[in-house]
């Protein structure tokens, strides 16, 4: 008989980088606890395929919705197919609709987890019309915690703290005595939130000081353009600068851990897998301080906390770094030391195998009435145009199909 317990994820998948990460690690792993598990994303015409290959759990893609009923309604299904002990979802806003819809037709008791990987508002009012179905809020850090808490009072005795997984090396073999200053940046290149275009001020302010560097972007995104005519802007740049654009994390892995130290340039993160790699390889942070990094880093110890924005600041760290290569040493063995202890992918999903346990072993917290199941407004929803006929039209005219 399988006495496994069964989580269903569910994910946008447009949304890659460290949820994603995170998903397929907790995938390999929590067998390990006794959780069965599975994927399901929505449909999609940009499948990204090799995002999603050798996925270590079942993986289900959902045909392409052109309504949010039938999105809704496709996602009901298969969770109720697979006959899951509890949800989690990661940025996909038909989900609390679909156990809205399992709750109310089916009278199924399905506990349900919503995550916020952001310390952000807009990401966090998501959650408020779905304050009836939320079982509990997984966060990353306590930043997270606090702005559920503070934001949306309702849910502050279901936030339950999560660690984002990241590999980490049983010693450090890359030598730093010597050679250019290896630079890199992990990420999705978004100024919102990543700050990526602060790259072109920062690399110019270590031309002007002759700073002996080289620089890897790994990541893709909206602003990868941007960056690119900014860095070449730069006179004599362009030798040092390598866009390597979006890899599989393995790949990813394998260049970061060449590298010698890590920019992130953010104003707003909720905890940064990329970082946690970076660190449990031996690649000192060099970041911004922002409630998120500074959980993480002890200025000075472990890595280098800096002010958002300020590209004189990161310059004169990172050229201290090049003239003291003991001190890299010295930053990169604390900083994996740091990670391994808390951060490292068996423990952390150990701890995440606690919170779903937790989840489902806790008594049911439904309202007595649940919210009906609403949609997102159109403009022929003021007209009274039901939500299967708008699909209807979307579909024949082509138009982008519902997430």
Known sequence: MDTMKRVLFTCNPHWLGGPTTWLRRASEYLPRHGWSCKLVLPGTHKHCADDWSHWPSPIEMLKPAYSGPALVGALSKTIEEFDADVVLNVALDATPNAIRMLRLRRHLQLPYVDCLHNDNAFECERLRNHVDVISAVAVPSEGCAERVRTQIPELSDRVARFWCPAPCDA?????????????????????????????????????????????????????????????????????????????????????????????????????????????????????????????????GRNGFLLPVGNSQEFANTLASLAHNRDRIAQVAEAARTHICGTWETGVAISKLSVLLDAVVSRPDRRKTTLSPISYPASRMTQFHVPHAVQGIKRRLLRQDIVF
């Open 171 to 299: 010693s450090i073999s890359r030598a730093t005595a010597e050679g250019p200053l290896k630079l890199v940046y992990l990420g999705r290149l978004f100024q919102h939130g990543k700050r990526i275009l602060d790259l072109v001020p920062l690399c110019a302010e270590l031309m002007k000081r002759n700073v002996d560097f080289r620089l890897t972007v790994i990541g893709d995104g909206p602003e990868r353009n941007a960056l690119e005519l900014g860095l070449r802007s730069v006179a004599g740049l362009s030798p040092r600068v390598r866009l390597a654009g979006w890899m599989a994390n393995d790949s990813a892995m394998q260049l970061l851990k060449q590298q010698h130290v890590l920019i992130m340039l953010s104003d707003l993160e909720g905890q940064p897998i990329a970082m946690l790699e970076a660190m449990g390889s031996g690649v000192v942070p060099v970041v911004t301080d922002i409630p998120a990094l500074g959980e993480v880093i002890e200025h």
